[in-house]
């Protein structure tokens, strides 16, 4: 018996062609199987497009109800009244969670100023409850597949369009960067973290869906992580820059002595230092002396003061531009105080060092649980499974984010907890594959051998 035959009868064979119709990309599949899936999932699935492709504020019509907070709310409905028919993952992320916003109230309580604090809590609880909803409508393979086609398409439509731009200036630096879509990816340098996210995830999802598919939507997946690198350059935000070099090295060398790989990554790096203009790579040369290098530098060095002056609590929650501004304002180089351009600096000042331990374990945790999938997996056999290089690409953007939060300040924006919510649902796909017995999908070049 074959190892494809070997891995199928591990799990059992149940609907095998349903999936890898799926995981071909064929339009009419997917329609379907979608249409059969929960409403609360439904619901989910319409708040992770809207938060993500803003169509409310592309077409100003529809801007008409708060459609974010609707779709969490008729999720939430939908969870209460409907049925499960399988076991979710997640429960020591949800643990962490709650035990993060119970730091946020009380550094909220004894903060600096505590107005600052709860009117910003609407900041943080609703990622947790998000996290909530959607490992708890979203557990099947069915079910993470859909989650990232959302992520895909809302990605590639601003990594198309960055390219395209970057592409129709001439491949030119500008000081501003590139501007997002409304929303949390407007600004040029949250744009660039979710560009470098974006990189590592399609670039996987790619290498796991190229024995599915062929013609157009092959030449799709291989260019998709080829304009999210080209958004990322003309986004000018060095930080992640730096974080898409990281990921580069770990795709093409960690690990890996060959000439095949040195010859890649030589490549990558000669069309990378020529693609890069030579205002980009004077910002470079500059960081450490130029304004805004100075600013942050000491943001994090009075950053560092605040957490050792209030070790337990910090000087509250969201309250760093406040406390800022009156016992540092020696050293605000602009008109205005910002955060802390760094998220561990965020967190402990804000939150003191035990805010900081907890937003650690949930760190940890953002890269163990794929690493669980993935041993789970190969423990069945399964190591050519789609899932396999989807758990590398999630674990990989997220380090992109980790690096590139190093200068921005992106605690509360989406990049953490949805990368937690997704891996949970990658995490209780296979789990429920194996308990419910569900084939895990051949690819079609091993079909052969099964038959």
């Given at each position: 018996?074959?190892?494809?035959?070997?891995?199928?009868?591990?799990?059992?064979?149940?609907?095998?062609?349903?999936?890898?119709?799926?995981?071909?990309?064929?339009?009419?599949s997917m329609l379907s199987a979608f249409k059969q899936q929960s409403f609360a999932f439904w619901m989910i699935c319409c708040y992770f497009f809207f938060e993500y492709v803003r169509p409310h504020a592309i077409i100003r019509e529809l801007d008409v109800l708060p459609w974010m907070q609707l779709f969490i709310l008729l999720s939430a409905v939908g969870l209460f009244l409907g049925k499960r028919s399988g076991k979710s993952s997640g429960m020591?992320?949800?643990?962490?969670?709650?035990?993060?916003?119970?730091?946020?109230?009380?550094?909220?309580?004894?903060?600096f100023r505590p107005a600052f604090a709860w009117s910003s809590l609407d900041k943080y609880y609703l990622?947790?409850?998000?996290?909530?909803?959607?490992?708890?409508?979203?557990?099947?393979?069915?079910?993470?597949?859909?989650?990232?086609?959302?992520?895909?398409?809302?990605?590639?439509?601003?990594?198309?369009?960055?390219?395209?731009?970057?592409?129709?200036?001439?491949?030119?630096?500008?000081?501003?960067?590139?501007?997002?879509p409304p929303g949390f990816f407007e600004n040029s340098g949250e744009l660039a973290v979710q560009m470098v996210v974006f990189f590592a995830v399609s670039f996987y999802i790619a290498k796991g869906l190229m024995p599915y598919v062929d013609g157009w939507r092959r030449w799709l997946l291989m260019a998709t992580p080829v304009t999210a690198a080209m958004t990322v350059m003309a986004a000018s935000s060095r930080g992640?820059?730096?974080?898409?070099?990281?990921q580069l090295y770990f795709i093409f060398l960690h690990g890996r002595i060959s000439i095949r790989a040195f010859l890649v990554a030589g490549v990558v790096g000669f069309v990378t230092y020529h693609a890069l203009p030579d205002e980009q790579w004077e910002r470079f040369s500059e960081i450490g002396e130029d304004r805004t290098s100075v600013q942050r530098m000491l943001y994090w060095e009075n950053g560092w003061e605040?957490?050792?002056?209030?070790?337990?609590?910090?000087?509250?929650?969201?309250?760093?531009?406040?406390?800022?501004?009156?016992?540092?304002?020696?050293?605000m180089l602009y008109d205005n105080g910002q955060l802390a351009h760094n998220i561990f600096v965020q967190v402990g000042a804000d939150l003191g060092f035990i805010g900081l331990a907890v937003y650690l374990i949930l760190v940890?945790?953002?890269?163990?649980?794929?690493?669980?999938?993935?041993?789970?997996?190969?423990?069945?056999?399964?190591?050519?499974?789609?899932?396999?290089?989807?758990?590398?690409?999630?674990?990989?953007?997220?380090?992109?984010?980790?690096?590139?939060?190093?200068?921005?300040?992106?605690?509360?924006?989406?990049?953490?907890?949805?990368?937690?919510?997704?891996?949970?649902?990658?995490h209780s796909?296979?789990?429920?594959?194996?308990?419910?017995?569900?084939?895990?999908?051949?690819?079609?070049?091993?079909?052969?051998?099964?038959t």
């Open positions: 018996m074959s190892k494809a035959a070997d891995s199928a009868n591990s799990f059992g064979q149940v609907k095998p062609v349903e999936m890898q119709k799926l995981l071909q990309l064929d339009a009419k020591s992320v949800l643990f962490w969670l709650i035990v993060f916003f119970v730091v946020i109230l009380i550094s909220g309580y004894f903060s990622w947790a409850i998000i996290f909530f909803l959607i490992t708890r409508v979203a557990y099947t393979e069915k079910h993470l597949f859909f989650l990232l086609a959302i992520f895909f398409v809302a990605s590639l439509k601003m990594s198309v369009f960055g390219a395209r731009v970057w592409a129709m200036r001439g491949f030119s630096f500008t000081s501003w960067g590139m501007k997002g992640s820059q730096v974080a898409l070099l990281v605040m957490m050792k002056e209030n070790p337990a609590f910090g000087v509250g929650y969201f309250n760093f531009i406040p406390y800022f501004e009156t016992y540092y304002p020696e050293d940890y945790l953002g890269f163990s649980i794929p690493r669980k999938s993935i041993r789970l997996l190969r423990s069945a056999g399964m190591d050519e499974d789609w899932r396999v290089p989807t758990a590398k690409g999630l674990a990989l953007g997220f380090l992109g984010f980790l690096i590139g939060g190093q200068f921005v300040s992106i605690v509360y924006y989406p990049f953490m907890w949805m990368h937690l919510a997704l891996s949970c649902v990658l796909s296979v789990r429920n594959s194996a308990v419910q017995r569900e084939e895990l999908p051949i690819p079609m070049s091993r079909q052969n051998a099964t």
